[in-house]
């Protein structure tokens, strides 16, 4: 009874009318209250992440993420600094240990600030790799899967076989292989990860295909090329910024994990997972070096899966209605 | 009739079969028809009767595989369409040859305003500048009648009415000037008075550019309005042709005997309207002979076994049906 409801009092909004739905989508955004705290904490990290490259990297940063204070180490935070002991550019420049200090005494605050970058970029660049070859062997496999069989095939058991690994571990091997760079991290995570993409591209390919303004481009004269890459892939898009979101969000902790296993971005560079790894050793005495990073990674990647959860929501009208 | 005029389009003994799981469907079966400059021909049959499909064959829009073209030719100016790689085909398309659907609803990306699918009709062809562009499609769709042209641009096509939405449809078709447009049941999808509106543009349209036209429908009336020549399709073959004149005060074929009967008018008001018995055979399933002897009230025992040959009454009327010829002499 519920559903029929739902199903029914849909006024104004047409299932398949991408543009209705991009008309409500504000509106029904503010309506979803997880999503819009999931868009509001991506958009507070986002800019976190910006401001800490800025303020960490350069000849003299603001906050130097690298700068050891031995006899500082392990303080708690919000402590002060003792500032007989220290030089004055060694100083924290907040005049406090926001999350204090890790055991060589490097200022966990700003070893935080350098870390969100290397997620924020890993997160949307593997993601963008990871798109990037999904639409476009998605887009082939379903567009030239009806004439082609076997290019369909080819790709789709391809899709299949990646499905089989089980991916952390393939990245694993990858990484020990490569020279330990931030790049080919996120290039391995993005070549790991597509293949969902791929299969709802496919899927959408194989109804948009039949649709009549599809025929009405061929008939105009239009090239299959044009047709995929302009008409096709903009009324596709709405799953597939569904599971970038959440792809992101699973990119950041795979990086993460990485890091914590110790195959992630080369160590003077602080990451989040490799805070929290540096850290696991004081746990007891020093709960702060674990619980920063590890709170981080948790408030990120969970906003980014309500946000994504949120816009599945908002853009399947089936489910919509439910949100109320 | 003239003979003089210079025929365009030429569809010869074209058959086109669909395979169906393990089922070989043959949705047209040797169809030929022509199109001259200037003129409307109108290909008339029931749904499934091939119209659709022998259309879509002009311009290479049928999937292969399922479809097959297992026969014939489509000469364009003397040139074989059937024979063109994608590549060249993509030329004719649009620009030589233009098409227009039966749903103006689905037929336009909704994700792109007006302004830009009618610009992409007119860049895919030529290479013009953006303010050339911009002008072209105003232009084009204040000559389809769309009011406020400049305003219409950046609408999207929800915001439009259906008619509006065939008349921006019509546009696009017309954007680089083609010198055949295939109209696939246009007026199908519109309530009656858009329909008449529509078919005044076709007509109109017709006239101004010299365009050559055919029509593809299941409803007389359009034909009686806008016909030059007409060929009547049932299952998969054309069983009549001849100008629109001839076949609706003189038809020759039980068919379409069958069908302008079955039109309602003043003369028969109040009466049961008649109607043909039976359905349109599944092109998978095809009677053997006649494909129409099931269906007809003047069959004889060869209509079972013996397909019939083109019986001519001259003057390009031609009709499938050797009874009626026989009967008449």
Request: charged share 20%; hydrophobic share 45%.
């Amino acid at each position: 009874m519920m559903r029929d409801a739902a199903d029914t009092v849909t006024p104004g909004f047409q299932v398949d009318d991408p543009v209705a739905l991009q008309q409500g989508f504000g509106q029904l955004l503010k309506q979803n209250r997880l999503a819009m705290i999931g868009l509001a904490v991506f958009v507070v990290f986002f800019c976190i992440a910006l401001l800490g490259l800025g303020l960490t990297s350069g000849r003299n940063p603001t906050f130097d993420p690298s700068v050891v204070r031995l006899q500082e180490k392990l303080r708690p935070p919000l402590s002060k600094p003792n500032l007989e002991t220290l030089s004055t550019e060694d100083v924290p420049r907040l005049g406090v240990y926001l999350f204090g200090t890790d055991d060589l005494g490097r200022d966990v605050f700003a070893r935080m600030l350098q870390g969100a970058w290397v997620s924020l970029t890993v997160g949307f660049v593997a993601v963008g790799i990871s798109v990037f070859i999904g639409i476009f062997m998605g887009g082939i496999a379903g567009y030239f899967g009806q004439r082609h069989t076997f290019i369909d095939t080819l790709i789709m058991r391809f899709v299949d076989i990646m499905l089989c690994f089980p991916s952390f571990f393939l990245i694993l091997t990858v990484v020990a292989l490569l020279p330990a760079s931030m790049y080919n991290i996120m290039i391995i995570i993005g070549l790991t990860s597509w293949m969902g993409t791929t299969r709802f591209v496919r899927a959408e390919f194989l109804s948009l295909r039949e649709q009549d303004f599809v025929t009405a481009a061929r008939a105009l004269g239009v090239s299959n090329f044009r047709i995929i890459f302009r008409h096709m892939i903009p009324n596709a898009i709405a799953p597939v910024l569904v599971s970038a979101t959440i792809g992101i969000a699973s990119a950041i902790l795979t990086e993460a994990g990485l890091s914590f296993l110790g195959f992630g971005v080369p160590p003077p560079h602080a990451t989040w997972g490799g805070i929290l790894s540096d850290g696991k050793r004081f746990i007891f005495d020093a709960p702060w070096l674990t619980f920063a990073p590890g709170f981080a990674i948790l408030i990120v990647v969970l906003s980014f899966n309500l946000f994504g959860e949120g816009l599945r929501d908002i853009l399947n009208p089936k489910l919509r209605e439910r949100q109320g | 009739m003239d003979n003089g005029k210079d025929i365009l389009l030429s569809v010869q003994d074209l058959k086109v079969y669909f395979h169906l799981n393990q089922r070989l469907a043959q949705a047209v079966d040797g169809v030929s028809y022509e199109v001259r400059k200037g003129e409307t021909v109108c290909l008339v049959g029931e749904s499934g009767c091939g119209k659709t499909v022998s259309a879509l064959t002009t311009l290479g829009l049928i999937p292969q595989p399922p479809g097959e073209i297992a026969g014939g030719q489509v000469l364009f100016k003397g040139q074989n369409l059937l024979d063109l790689g994608d590549d060249e085909m993509q030329k004719i398309r649009g620009n030589h040859i233009a098409m227009v659907f039966q749903e103006p609803m689905t037929s336009l990306n909704p994700v792109f305003t007006v302004g830009d699918q009618v610009q992409e009709a007119i860049m895919v062809h030529e290479k013009v500048s953006k303010t050339e562009l911009r002008q072209r499609s105003v232009q084009l769709l204040e000559d389809v009648g769309l009011p406020a042209p400049e305003e219409r641009l950046a609408d999207y096509p929800h915001q439009l009415s259906g008619g509006q939405r065939q008349r921006v449809m019509i546009a696009m078709a017309l954007a680089c000037n083609p010198e055949v447009v295939i109209a696939d049941e246009p007026t199908t999808a519109l309530d009656v008075t858009i329909q008449a509106q529509i078919l005044n543009l076709f007509g109109e349209l017709q006239r101004e550019r010299d365009l050559s036209l055919l029509y593809i429908t299941h409803d007389l009336g359009v034909v009686a309005n806008i016909a030059d020549r007409i060929y009547i399709m049932y299952a998969g073959i054309i069983v009549e042709q001849g100008s629109a004149p001839e076949i609706f005060h003189d038809p020759r074929h039980p068919y379409t005997q069958g069908l302008l009967a079955s039109l309602p008018n003043r003369a028969k008001r109040g009466a049961r309207l008649h109607s043909i018995p039976g359905t349109v055979p599944d092109p998978a399933y095809k009677p053997g002979g006649c494909p129409f002897h099931p269906r007809c009230n003047l069959a004889i025992e060869t209509c079972q076994s013996r397909f019939p040959e083109m019986c001519d009454y001259g003057n390009g009327h031609q009709s499938r049906c050797p009874v009626l010829y026989d009967g008449n002499g």
